[in-house]
């Protein structure tokens, strides 16, 4: 009796695609402490399901959010729902891929916020504080699915909806200015890279 040869190898590997049903306020940090724990866990071999239909709400908590997704090793595809508004779309445009259907809609403006009590300097101050890095998350979040005129419309105040064929042509849009961008950055950092090795060849050669 001979042994034979196992040509045959098995490779198992687990993939798993989870389901957060997103549709609530966007309130403290700490009321979404199992999608921050999710998007923490979640392996490059999976894939998140993100169902939003949001109001909105705190900005502070969507940009702990959208930094999540961001950092996250799965793919996360974002399901538009009926209403996607403020920091609700804004969550959706971070998304790696999206999912609509004809009772899709995206609302987008500008940040509202109460100035506070305390002495007249210090409100105008912390105003125009907020005023500063709301208008950073408008251009941050929005620019490349909106032109340079929406986002400086957004800013002054002014509310923009999308739906429809307007909104799947705004998403590819968006989806290749990420892309054009991700390159960009790519082919920056090869270049700063190569540079230090060509002016050591360089010292070297003199």
Known sequence: MTDE???IMVKQSVVNEYTVRLARDITEPDDFHDEFALFAGAGPSDVV???ICSHGGSMDTCHMITKSMQECEAKVVGW???TCASA????ALACDEWE???MSSLMIHTGSFA???GKSQDVVAGVLHQDKMIARFVRMTYTGFLNEEELNEVIKGKELYFEGDELVERLQNFSDYRDAARQAAYEEMMGQT???EAVDEEEQQE
């Not at 609700?88 to 969550?91: K, L, N, P, R, V």
């Open 5 to 7: 040869i196992n040509r």
């Open 49 to 51: 399901k993100l169902q």
């Open 80 to 82: 538009i729902g009926p």
């Open 88 to 91: 609700g779309g804004a969550i």
């Open 100 to 102: 609509v259907d004809e």
């Open 115 to 117: 100035p506070g009590w």
């Open 194 to 196: 190569a540079d230090p």
